[in-house]
């Protein structure tokens, strides 16, 4: 009964430490446009009135655009034009060079730049397959993941018997 607790111990810290460290669901559209309150209705007129079909979200601050750059790295289906924080947009990118495809920053917002921008944005390339994982990867680090903690439990409670 006592190696029960400690084996459930040990369960339960493993699955609290993955849910704090996960990043979290990202829920916006594939192909969008970062603007924010001043331009964001601009945008969308601009979008609806030429029949692009995209999605333009308003963030508030710079930390919600960091956070939505972030899920870009690892989704390769993710393309944003920026038509407000230009900055952090910008400053992203130089550490992520590989994502300029997919990241576009307009630096004259007016209606031209925006129209040609969300031309520009819809036509970007998706789906780099060398960043894509597999069902069979994650699989395969989960049963060494637990081989690993199963061989160290078992090897844990044979020392206690002795």
């Known amino acids: 009964m006592k190696y ?23 829920v916006t559209a594939d192909t969008m446009v970062v ?8 945008v969308k007129d601009i979008a609806d009135s030429n029949g692009f079909n995209i999605s333009v979200y308003k963030f508030t601050s710079k930390d919600e655009v960091e ?12 393309r944003m034009l920026f038509v407000a924080y230009q ?3 910008d400053e992203f990118l ?18 031209d730049t925006i129209k040609q921008g969300i031309q520009d944005i819809m036509n970007a390339p998706t789906g780099n397959t060398h960043h894509e994982s597999s069902f069979g990867q994650p699989l395969i680090i ?3 993941i637990g081989a690993l ?3 160290g439990c078992g090897i844990f409670i044979m020392k206690k018997k002795n």
């Open 4 to 26: 029960l607790k400690i084996l459930m111990t040990m369960l339960f810290l493993i699955l609290v430490a993955a849910a704090v460290s996960a990043h979290g669901v990202d």
């Open 142 to 144: 989960g049963i060494v």
């Open 94 to 111: 130089k550490n992520h060079q590989d994502l300029s495809d997919r990241i576009l920053v307009v630096k004259d917002v007016n209606n």
């Open 67 to 78: 956070h939505i750059l972030e899920h870009s790295v690892n989704n390769t289906n993710k």
């Open 87 to 89: 900055d952090t947009a």
């Open 149 to 151: 903690i199963g061989i």
């Open 35 to 42: 603007a924010n309150d001043t331009n964001g209705v601009m």
